[in-house]
DNA sequence: TCCATTAATGCAACAAATTTGTATTTGCAA
DNA sequence: TTGCAAATACAAATTTGTTGCATTAATGGA
């Protein structure tokens, strides 16, 4: 699928940031931060643009934000484009790398009374790569 | 188990901030934030020596990071206090409320060459008093 | 194609959470 | 009791993200 489609799909405006972040995005088949975005970028767009697209993205469906700690966020592309669904997410301790699942949540037990919206998951490890 | 003991279990100096937080946490029974902690010890100490203490209550497995999205991150007290093990948690998205819930996390399956070292999960919802 | 409308962007300022440097104080073992 | 390493306070810096506002650009219809 290509980003005018994608934006289309969605009701969103064709712009050349919108579409320069889904490019970067699905040529690197991984999750990315805002610094890797604009760095990939070549510094084209201003830090708040980038903000302001992720979430109307996001909130679009056609973007997830993965926060793997605070002070790491990133950005997966959804299953609007990649048909994935809800899943969990793998953080390379070594190459920081953030890989999206292919599983399924499980909700673990919940106390009474309690009632559950959302579930995430961060699996913490060494990628293929990096093990090797 | 009293705050001296924990801390001299770890082999960490004895200190009003660090026996400040022990006391706060384990009479809430809840994982509580640097400035939830900072109130309940009615700015006795710096923040800066809060982040301090909890990283190093962190480092000694007396205390773990609970990142329950950027911008809000909590501690609680570990398997060396409780008797806990890794565990999820819940985040009550109503009164804000996080809890160390007692089940034990499951790994999902990883694609061939990833090793895990740890795992997370938070479940987001309404906890009991909230849904009453 | 041209235009009007409305959304998107850039820029400056702001804000919160956390970190770092450093001088001073404190815990504790000898 | 004392010396030393560790802990603390305070100021400043960093990181990450948000907000207000003037300017620019995308798009649907004339
Ligand atoms: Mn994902
Ligand atoms: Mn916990
Ligand atoms: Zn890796
Ligand atoms: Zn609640």
Redesign the interface.
Known sequence: MDTFSILRNHNLRRTACREGILKVMMTSGKALSESEIRSHLMGNFDRTTFYRSFKTMEDSGILHKI?V???M?RYGLSEAVTGKSSH?H?YC?TCHSV?C?D?S?????????????????????????C??
Not at 105 to 122: C, H, K, N
């Open positions: 926060v700690d605070d002070r966020v969990p793998f301790t890989f699942l599983q949540l499980v909700a673990p037990q919940l106390p009474s009374g309690f009632s559950t919206d959302d579930l995430e998951m961060i699996v913490k490890g060494v990628c293929k790569k093990n090797a």
